[in-house]
C-alpha cells in the first residue's frame, strides 16, 4: 500500500482508540462532571484530541463547559418566562456542534432562539404546556421550527 494509504489506516486506528477509550471511560465521566460524550459529541470530541493533542479529559471538560453554556441558557429562559425548554440529545449534539465553532454558548442560544419567549408563550397560552423539548431542527432552523410548532397547534 501507498504511504498514504497507510497513513489512513493508523489515522483510522487512532480514531478508533480515542473513541474506546472516551466510551470507556463514560461511567466516570458522567460523575465528574455530569456528562459524557456520545454520537456527534464523541465524533468532535475525539477529533479535538487529534487537533489539539488533547487526552480524553480534556476533551470532555471542554465539552461539559459549553453543554454548561447551553444549561445556563435554559435556565435563564425558565427564569425570565416562566417557561422550560430541553433539546433532545440530537439537537444538543447540533447545538454543541454550532458552539464549538461560534463559541459562546448562551450568546448563540440567545441568538437562536430570540423568537422563542413570545411563541412559547403562545403555545402555553394555547395549550397549558410549560416545557417544551426541542429537537435537531429547532436548532437546524429555530424560526421555521417556532413557526410550525404554532401552526400545529393553531390549526382548526
Known amino acids: 500500500p501507498s504511504r ?3 497513513f489512513e489506516v493508523l489515522a483510522g486506528r487512532e480514531r ?5 477509550s472516551l466510551t470507556d471511560r463514560a ?4 460523575e465528574r462532571y455530569g456528562f459524557h460524550p456520545e454520537g456527534g459529541v464523541l465524533d468532535m470530541a475525539v477529533q479535538r484530541m487529534i ?9 470532555v471538560r471542554y465539552f461539559s463547559g459549553l453543554l454548561a453554556g447551553v444549561e445556563r441558557f435554559t435556565s435563564s ?3 425570565k418566562h416562566s417557561l422550560a425548554i430541553a433539546f433532545t440529545a440530537e439537537a444538543r449534539d447540533r447545538l454543541l456542534e454550532q458552539v464549538a465553532t ?3 454558548a448562551e450568546a448563540l442560544c440567545r441568538r437562536l432562539f430570540s423568537n422563542y419567549p413570545l411563541g412559547l408563550q403562545l403555545l402555553h397560552e394555547k395549550t397549558g404546556k410549560e416545557s417544551f423539548e426541542l429537537d435537531r431542527y429547532a436548532v437546524e432552523e429555530p424560526d421555521a421550527r417556532l413557526d410550525r410548532m404554532i ?6
Open 77 to 79: 429562559f425558565r427564569e
Open 151 to 156: 401552526k400545529e397547534n393553531y390549526e382548526v
Open 102 to 104: 461560534e463559541g459562546d
Open 51 to 59: 487537533d489539539q493533542g488533547t487526552d480524553e479529559e480534556e476533551a
Open 27 to 30: 461511567g466516570e465521566f458522567e
Open 16 to 20: 478508533e482508540l480515542f473513541a474506546r
Open 4 to 6: 498514504r494509504e497507510r
